[in-house]
């Protein structure tokens, strides 16, 4: 491990003994707030308590922040921590924890399913507070005001829903055109020392604010609202150290998209990134947010950031002055917001931010970052498009005052001289809040007036609902687009796979809309004007907070503040709908051996969006039957090359979903079998659903993002990954695998060694045996017994009724 000691200068953290902490905690640090903050506060005084046991188990030993919040929610340290030996060394990548988080939060594609999970436990109301957001389902094409009457018309029997199900529950429902979720978490929910759960990959957004929020499945989100321990293996620790000052065109954009460029998208995976260092005062609280919210592009986790007066500007700006005061006080006190002095870092990261250049991520992944000064050189070598098809700025990336500011400071010095856009122009204001409060300073006049087109304050076509009409779904032809995003795979953003989403700052999309061309770099190059002369950008400037204030907007917009359970709300679901379908449990393992089927090889890099994908599928959210029929068609297939074909055991050709409807109806038990990374991206929990609704039995793969990894263990599929990944070259569809020690390992809840011998029988019928890992543990082994985690939250549910 890395010390941070000898590359950071923290003002040292209280060292209090367990004792201390005991004591002091009981003698008047209560960091009480006024009773309407309550339920927006974590309860500090819970937390310092549980990380006094903590401290006590791993003798004093200096924490990082992440390892602070993490263990202070723990359900019961002493079991969870018991395998530690008194290290923290011990624990990072190691133990399993159970978890007591604070609150849930759930955008609405994600929550129709993760609600429909939630009424089979027969709860009347969650254990914690939550909030359901409309975001996702708002198609932009037309503008603000035409797309959200659209959009709730046709979407009008799902938000009824949600809404039913605030008011029976007691969830807090933000209603179409409200705000996209991180955004709204950001401005009323996320605070220093919170450990939130998300059912979105984005959720890491909140660490901006100094939380802990991790993206989740709608099966985990079900733990938290039952109250029942939520399960994580302990992250290790990147330490990211940041020095220096960003100043001229580099933003907080551009931090990530280095990182991105240096991680790549694996990198992260399996650790919680802890950025520290004299350069994170420089930062803005939204910038922040920004860096963290991309995170979830290297795999991480989720990231974070110690405590900052940037925090404390806008908690006090965003209405939660109390709240700052509590962190103030547990900060000061404790040192709770903060890595203690000395705290080892797994792996130390270091970025000068007043070297760093502007970066320019994709096409077709994240990872793939060029600084703006080789961009135009690298699209020409590439073989990109040389002229840009349109900008688009916004989404719950970069949609902060700070970004719309920076965008119309470069509008403006454009409007000076004459100049307009050269391609269509989108800008999508994170929240209402956002909204009211440039109009009411005059930036949304300004992206007006210069050609842009505002749209609703939803996600829109950052995930795939965009109604574009200069480019058709179905073109050949490549175009090249540039977007202040944080996701760009295929087809992602317009149904077109021949779209090439570039990621960068909202400032160099702003200032590409007026040039167009891939080669054009605003730093050092001038644009020509009409009348002859060269124009060129000085770099752009904004406001960290609007210099008056926040203002709400239309009060239309927000919900009851503590909504209580009312449980004469009736929840209906037609049997008739074709968007929503009550759930019907999957059935227990039979206590047998594994005997399956390859359905599919799959070539390459598979996300979410290959086995799930969204975009016009996004309206069977809740419907898990109708959905279904998307799985996997963006995959290619290792053996043939096509997209969305597989081949029946005698050769007949079919779509991939179709083969794994009429094998299910055959009873063929069927595996996927898949390279690296496979179900990068989204936290989307269908993924998993789909394949075990339509038959699927195991994922074995070269390795997993973490989210679907463990979507998959909550719906009673079994993801295995090769020991030896050349293995996979040994397999081919049709091929017959059979584990043969599942029952032993399951026997041993788990803790067999994290391996499977799998016996692989050929068309030929020979055979040979590969050595397979898992990582279950003895809670995921429950839910795979049972059938799915949801049914054995039924089962304990029941029987604790029952006993009562």
């Known amino acids: 491990m890395l010390s941070a000691r000898n590359s950071i200068r923290l003002g040292r953290a209280m060292s209090l003994s367990s004792r201390g902490l005991a004591t002091q905690s009981g003698h008047g640090f209560s960091f009480e707030v006024p009773e309407e903050y309550k339920s927006r506060t974590p309860p500090y005084s819970k937390l310092i308590n549980n990380l006094t046991t903590v401290n006590r188990i791993l003798n004093n030993q200096p924490l990082t922040l992440a390892e602070k919040i993490l263990y202070s929610h723990l359900v019961d340290p002493e079991e969870s921590l018991a395998a530690s030996q008194g290290k923290v060394s011990n624990i990072r990548g190691e133990q399993y924890l159970k978890l007591n988080p604070d609150r849930v939060a759930m955008q ?300 119309v400071s470069i509008i403006k010095q454009a409007e000076a001289v004459g100049l307009k856009p050269k391609i269509p122009f989108f800008v999508t204001p994170g929240s209402e809040q956002i909204r009211a409060t440039i109009e009411r300073d005059g930036l949304i006049e300004s992206f007006e007036k210069n050609g842009a087109i505002v749209l609703a304050n939803a996600c829109g076509p950052c995930i795939g609902q965009w109604d574009r009409t200069d480019v058709s779904k179905t073109s050949t032809e490549t175009n090249a687009i540039f977007t202040s995003f944080n996701r760009n795979f295929r087809a992602r953003n317009d149904g077109n796979r021949n779209t090439m989403n570039f990621l960068t700052s909202p400032d160099m999309v702003t200032a590409m809309i007026y040039s167009g061309d891939v080669n054009y770099n605003p730093i050092t190059d001038s644009i020509k004007l009409d009348n002859g002369e060269d124009f060129k950008f000085q770099p752009p400037q904004g406001d960290e907070l609007p210099g008056r204030g926040f203002i709400k907007g239309r009060e239309e917009f927000y919900p009851d503040p503590s909504p209580q359970p009312k449980p004469e709300v009736s929840v209906n679901v037609s049997p008739e709908s074709d968007r929503l379908q009550l759930l019907e449990p999957f059935l227990p393992w039979s206590g047998e051996e594994l005997s399956t089927n390859v359905l599919l090889k799959v070539e390459g890099k598979c996300t979410t969006d290959h086995i799930s994908a969204a975009g016009a599928w996004l309206k069977y959210k809740g419907h898990l039957e109708n959905i279904s029929y998307n799985t996997l068609i963006g995959a290619v297939n290792k053996e043939t090359g096509e997209v969305n074909k597989a081949y029946d055991l005698n050769g007949d050709q079919y779509g991939i979903p179709e083969l794994m409807i009429k094998w299910k109806e055959e009873g ?44 998959l263990k909550k719906q009673g599929m079994l993801p295995l990954t090769f020991a030896d990944e050349t293995d996979y070259d040994r397999i081919s569809a049709g091929d017959l695998l059979t584990t043969v020690d599942l029952q032993d390992m399951i026997a041993k809840d788990g803790n067999n060694g994290g391996v499977l011998t799998v016996k692989v029988t050929k068309k030929d019928g020979s055979t040979f045996d590969i050595l397979c890992k898992h990582t279950m543990s003895k809670d995921q082994v429950d839910f795979f017994k049972a059938g799915s985690a949801i049914n054995h939250i039924g089962n304990l549910k029941r029987a604790q009724n029952a006993s009562a």
């Not at 063929?668 to 659903?689: C, D, F, K, Q, T």
Request: include cysteine.
């Open 108 to 407: 609405d594609a994600s929550a129709q399913m993760a609600l429909l999970q939630f009424m089979t436990c027969g709860m009347p109301s969650t254990a914690v507070p939550a909030s359901i957001h409309c975001d996702h389902l708002i198609v932009g094409k037309d503008g603000a005001e035409e797309d959200l009457v659209k959009s709730i018309a046709t979407n009008k029997e799902v938000f009824d829903f949600l809404q039913s199900c605030g008011e029976k529950y007691g969830i807090q429902f933000w209603g179409p055109g409200s705000g996209i979720i991180h955004q709204i978490v950001l401005e009323n929910f996320s605070v220093p020392g919170l450990m939130m759960l998300g059912t979105d990959s984005h959720t890491p957004n909140a660490g901006g604010l100094g939380a802990i929020a991790i993206g989740v499945g709608g099966a985990d989100a079900v733990d938290a609202l039952t109250g029942t321990p939520w399960e994580l293996k302990a992250p290790k620790i990147l330490g990211v150290k940041l020095t220096g000052e960003l100043s001229g065109w580099s933003s907080p954009k551009d931090v990530i998209t280095k990182l991105a460029g240096e991680l790549t998208v694996r990198g992260g995976t399996g650790y919680i990134v802890e950025y520290f260092g004299e350069g994170v005062k420089t930062l803005s609280c939204t910038g922040m947010a920004t860096i963290c919210n991309m995170g979830a592009e290297i795999g991480a986790t989720t990231s974070t950031f110690p405590y900052q007066d940037a925090h404390r500007r806008y908690l006090i700006e965003t209405g939660r002055g109390p709240i700052s005061q509590a962190a103030d006080a547990v900060n000061k006190e404790f040192g709770f917001l903060q890595a203690d002095e000395g705290a080892e870092y797994d792996k130390v990261i270091e970025l000068n931010l007043s070297e760093l250049e502007p970066h320019v991520n994709g096409p077709f992944t994240p990872d793939l970052s060029t600084p703006i000064s080789l961009f135009g050189e690298t699209a020409k070598k590439e073989g990109w498009p040389q002229t840009v098809s349109a900008g688009l700025i916004g989404s719950c990336t970069n949609s902060s005052y700070q970004d719309m500011s920076r965008a």
């Open 668 to 711: 063929r038990p069927w595996i996927v079998v898949a390279e690296h990374n496979y179900g990068e991206g989204s936290a989307r929990e269908h993924a998993a659903l789909s394949p075990r609704f339509l038959g699927g039995s195991i994922i074995l793969v070269k390795s997993f993002a973490r989210i679907h990894e463990t979507n």
